[in-house]
């Protein structure tokens, strides 16, 4: 039985000959992000869960979580956090399986809070921070489609699109490199750096201007004088490595709501704007790509938290961006390459009801000779499917 691959060319204007693209990317401390990150954290920790009682993953999603905000008090020199921060775990868990009960709530408590310790190391666990787990219990004919698979492939339990392209333009690259030397480089120097940050990029022509949000810690910083000098240093800092991605002009601007004569700048105590204002959704910041892509097609499914065994939601959309990445890398002639992949409800995962690829060739590349390399490649992966669950509860795979 051959699979539903239609591969095809598209006629439009390349990513890098459009006047305006613009292209995002909410860090790991950015509420949205927090709560992806702890979803995705609940579903690993029960996966591993279910397979050492069980030896299987049981039906759960957990993408449904909320980050309700705090309140502080920041100054220079360190200030205190007055509310805690609200993480509230919901969505559904397998809780009893052939007789054996599993705490699947004390399982994702444990993880969310293991992750929030990680990810903000300044809050107080103990003082800052509610994790609420209200997860009921799976919907049961998606229970029976999930627990139907007999070690075989799985049967989808949503009929859902994922989304991918390759590959990633000069504007992505850049949001993409400036976020992990931020994260990797930056913070280790300068822990005034706190781990909500948001980089918006705007290319209009050849001019790319980054907008940074980045949270200061008070602690680290003891005026309104060296919070400038920091933001200065910053600046330059991102503007060097943003440059080393393009031979385009690049501005970059810090905390643009500043209002540096009343010293009202973006000052935090941990390091987050959940602590004071600011509440995060699963699935309303970064795609699985790690960005958020206006110019490009995406999928709104929020890939962190639900399943890795039969959820398309998440299995499509990591598929889609890896078997973009693998056409571009392996076959001449791709300038550009977009991914949709389609599944129903019931059908093996492996089969989809549409597996899609639309490519832009190079100048002077037809669609002829590459159309049959592409299909060999989308193929070998929904072959492999199931590596990427593997690969997702070994935490080898980023969903935001």
Not at 43 to 58: D, H, K
Not at 319 to 334: H, N, P, W, Y
Not at 371 to 392: F, Q, Y
């Amino acid at each position: 039985m051959t699979r539903n691959i239609s591969v095809e060319g598209l006629d439009q204007i390349p990513i890098e000959k459009q006047r305006v693209e613009l292209v995002e990317r909410k860090c790991r401390g950015h509420p949205d992000s927090l709560a992806d990150g702890v979803a995705e954290s609940i579903s690993r920790a029960l996966s591993r869960a279910y397979l050492e009682e069980c030896g299987v993953v049981l039906h759960h999603n957990t993408d449904q979580g909320e980050v309700v905000a705090g309140e502080s008090i920041p100054k220079f020199g360190g200030g205190v956090i007055t509310k805690p921060v609200y993480f509230l775990i919901s969505g559904r868990a397998t809780k009893i399986f052939d007789g054996v009960n599993i705490p699947a709530d004390a399982i994702a408590v444990e993880a969310a809070r293991d992750y929030i310790r990680g990810i903000l190391p300044y809050l107080n666990m103990d003082r800052d921070v509610i994790v609420d787990c209200r997860m009921g219990m799976g919907s049961t004919d998606l229970c029976d489609v999930f627990l139907s698979c007999d070690g075989k492939i799985p049967r989808a339990n949503d009929t859902s699109f994922g989304v991918g392209h390759a590959p990633f333009s000069e504007a992505e690259s850049i949001v993409r490199g400036v976020s992990a030397f931020i994260d990797e480089e930056l913070r280790p120097r300068y822990p005034v750096i706190g781990q909500d940050c948001k980089i918006m990029c705007l290319r209009d022509g050849d001019t790319i201007t980054l907008t940074v949000a980045i949270a200061f810690v008070d602690r680290y910083c003891s005026g309104i004088t060296e919070y400038i000098e920091q933001k200065r240093i910053l600046t330059e800092e991102i503007a060097a490595v943003a440059k080393t991605f393009t031979d385009r002009s690049v501005n970059v601007a810090i905390n643009t709501a500043d209002d540096l004569d009343s010293a009202s700048v973006f000052l935090t105590v941990s390091g987050t704007s959940a602590e004071m204002g600011d509440d995060g959704s699963v699935g309303r910041g970064n795609r699985a790509n790690g960005l958020i892509t206006p110019n490009r097609p995406m999928s709104m499914e929020a890939t962190s938290g639900k399943n890795p065994i039969n959820h398309v939601g998440k299995i499509y959309n990591l598929l889609a961006t890896r078997m973009a990445q693998d056409c571009v890398a392996e076959v001449d002639g791709i300038e550009e390459i977009y991914i949709r992949i389609l599944s129903q409800i019931g059908q093996p995962i492996d089969r989809p009801h549409v597996a899609s690829a639309q490519i832009l060739t190079n100048p002077g590349a037809t669609i002829k000779p590459i159309r049959s390399d592409v299909e060999a490649i989308i193929d070998g992966w929904l072959e492999e499917i199931t590596t990427i669950t593997e690969k997702v509860i070994r935490g080898e795979l980023s969903t935001f």
